[in-house]
């Protein structure tokens, strides 16, 4: 926390709140292929955001640079006030949780979940020589409690189904009581009972008033938890005539995603912009809390 004395206290009040993320002018390029173009977006410390979009759209992307495992072919990322390529990944990696498949590929497959878990402490993907103490074992089945898996403990990550896989990796991203949680597709492969045990789970995490920023991706608007007020929705990139695009994009290649709305999700979700970005007529709607939204 800022320690401020009295004299700065007017500047203090002034400031704007920490950032958790904040992107300038993003752009993320692979194979001679624009894939992200011009993303902009801010988080501050505390907000809980959805990043919703299509498939294909960049989401996926978009959470490699954010958790720093991806780097932008142009623009900045500053993630929980460390710029991307100036301030060794290590030092703070460990301050962001994540929850995505690409990360689940990366355990060593006999790995225990257990110890799957354990290791967000120091941010590693296999338990080497690390060792942790009992109170930080006793957290992390706590936690596969919470989720319904603790009957996994001495099993091995390969054998695990999908959605058991995805309930380990929510278990692990929340192990080291990140600053930054980022889970993408958290909801991937659960069944029913499991996702609406996610979605709870998740609601708690929303309404959650502590300095944790939270970014859930989703292509579902009837997986997104509540207590998740903003949103950044991810379109199609119209009319790309720059240069740089016109050399970029070869003639089958989609259009690059950018970030199409920021803000507060009440106001975000409209029938218009849905359907702009899905490219088909939808109506969306809102019953207890939870979105929905159906071809028209
Ligand atoms: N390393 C790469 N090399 C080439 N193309 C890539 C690479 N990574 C992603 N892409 C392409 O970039 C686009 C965006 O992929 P990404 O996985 O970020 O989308 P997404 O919005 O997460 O999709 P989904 O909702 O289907 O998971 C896709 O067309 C994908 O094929």
Redesign the pocket.
Known sequence: MNQVGNGDHAEAVKAEPRRALDLRGVEFR??R?V?LTDVNLSIAQGEKWVLF????????????MMSTRGFPSEGSVEILGNRLGKVDVFSYRNRIGLSSAELSRAFPPEEDPLDVVVTALTATTGRWRDSYTPEEYGRALELMTRFGVEYLRGKQMFKLSEGERTRILICRALMADPELLIL??PTTGLDLGGRELAIRALSRIGADEGGKAVVL?T?RLEEIPQGFDHVAI?GRIEGDESAAHQDAVSGAD?KP?TIVYRGDLEHGFTDERLSSVFGIPLHVSRQDGRWSAFAV
Do not use: A, F, T, W
């Not at 979009?53 to 490699?64: E, H, R, T, Y």
């Open positions: 692979r194979q292929r894939i979009g299509p498939n294909g759209i960049g989401k996926s992307s978009l959470v490699s993408d597709e991706v292509h991810m989609p995603g």
